[in-house]
């Protein structure tokens, strides 16, 4: 109130009252309430009470003992601020994350971990490079055939924070592809089960990916696929071998006119890559990658992914496209915008994040500048020696050409750290900017 003007002075620790002028005052309360679907939050109550001249009351004095020059008009507003949150982290940890960028992704983590949760918020952790998941030590060679969170989860009492960051000090880079699509699907199935948890339904569900590049491996879900183009659903002859009943990986060599390959699940049969000279072959595949619907069904990337995560809500915990959306995603980008396709973290890469979450611009905190969904999705891309030319990143907006995000969704956020720089620092001010933005989650 003293910030905008109020000549107002503070009577104990929580009221304050008028120092000049009309006697009006404040008063502040902080009862815990009790909420449908979650834990106790402490609200904010605020009453505000005024003495206000009367006219025609006053002459009630000359038949009824008393002042009656002034009335008191009271409002009460009230608020509850700590509206707990259910978490899931998605962390890069392939080859390219080696160096400044892992390193800082664990100082910066573990802080955000260490000053930002209560009891009553719950987080889980999904880590990846060629897999979407990793086994017990955060490591890549995860054989089974449905990944599982690094860390299942859980509420953030001190033991189980220590436990989360135990876990994110384990983080090893691995000389493999990207599997982001893999990673979302696994984080979706923690935030889907928030959502059947009838004492987790007022709880704010989040998701944070964070990552350094454009995905360059995707998962297949059965032998069928494992021997199709991933766009087109035609046989691959090269492919038409073997059998994956449990699915496959399918992956892209950055190599001069690109290949593309597959292989099963196992981390230790990843150099078999059945490289195909199948035309177009390569560059359907990359696209698929990061496709929201214009791959074969079943079988579409990141963007589609991400889509399904948004699309979990109140009465919807399939995350079907009907129900409440309410699920909130954070994107943040490690890297240089400079160098090949799958070594800069150009305006696709970052157009596909801002798919991913559903936001309208990217903070770039490098230099503190703003680039709009206008500026890094809608212009003609450059064409890089592979040629990809990135046009599903320009199609299927949900409001016609585009570009634009989705109104019935949660608007998301997505930050662009320069690898150029002090990453550091850099993913501090991001981690410092979220929990701001978690923190002012009111319900009124």
């Known amino acids: 109130m003293t910030m905008n003007g109020a000549p107002v002075v503070m009577i104990g620790s929580t009221t304050c009252a008028s120092s000049v002028g009309p006697s009006f005052r404040v ?19 605020v009453t505000g009470t005024e003495p206000v001249p009367t006219t025609f009351l006053r002459f009630l004095g000359w038949m009824v003992p008393g002042n009656y020059s002034t009335i008191n008009v009271r409002a009460v507003a009230e608020a509850a601020p700590e509206r707990p949150i259910d978490l899931v982290l998605v962390l890069d940890r392939s080859g390219s994350m080696s160096g400044a960028k892992i390193a800082a992704l664990k100082t910066t983590v573990k802080e955000f971990l260490d000053n930002n949760f209560t009891g009553n918020d719950r987080i889980g952790m999904v880590s990846f490079a060629w897999r979407g998941c990793g086994n017990a030590a955060g490591l890549d060679d995860f054989a089974a055939n449905i990944c599982q969170p690094d860390v299942a989860m859980d509420f953030a009492t001190s033991g189980f924070i220590n436990t989360l960051k135990s876990r994110v000090d384990q983080l090893t880079t691995n000389n493999g592809a990207t599997g982001t699509m893999e990673a979302l699907r696994t984080a979706r199935v923690p935030i889907s089960a928030a959502f059947n948890d009838a004492t987790r339904v007022a709880t704010r569900k989040v998701v944070l990916l964070i990552t350094d590049g454009k995905p360059t491996v995707m998962r297949r879900d059965n032998d ?8 087109t659903g035609a046989v691959v002859p090269e492919w038409n071998n073997g059998s994956f009943p ?4 399918m992956e892209a ?7 593309a390959g597959r292989s099963t699940l196992s981390f230790g049969s990843m150099t078999d890559a059945h490289n195909s000279t199948t035309p177009n072959i390569f560059l359907d595949t990359i696209s698929c990658f990061r496709s929201l619907h214009d791959c074969d069904p079943g079988t579409n990337g990141v963007m589609y992914e991400a889509d399904l995560i948004r699309n979990c809500g109140a009465g919807n915990a399939g995350c079907a496209g009907a129900g409440a959306h309410d699920v909130l995603v954070f994107a943040i980008g490690i890297g240089s915008v400079t160098g090949t396709a799958n070594s800069s973290f150009d305006k696709h890469a970052k157009c596909m994040l801002l798919r991913a979450a559903n936001g309208t611009d990217v903070l770039n905190t490098g230099d503190n500048t703003v680039e709009s969904i206008n500026t890094v999705c809608t212009p003609p891309p450059p064409l890089y020696a592979d040629n990809d030319t990135y046009a599903e990143l320009r199609t299927g907006w949900p409001c016609g050409s585009g570009p634009c995000i989705d109104s019935t969704q949660e608007k998301g956020k997505v930050f662009f750290v320069d690898q150029t720089l002090n990453v550091q620092a850099q993913m501090r001010q991001v981690f410092s900017e979220i929990a701001a933005l978690l923190k002012l989650r009111l319900t009124l």
Do not use: E, R
């Open 27 to 45: 008063d502040f309360d902080y009862p815990p309430k009790s909420v449908a679907g979650g834990p106790d939050m402490i609200h904010v109550k």
């Open 224 to 231: 069928a696929q494992c021997k199709q183009n991933p766009k």
């Open 246 to 249: 449990n699915g496959c990986l």
């Open 253 to 259: 060599n950055d190599v001069p006119g690109g290949k």
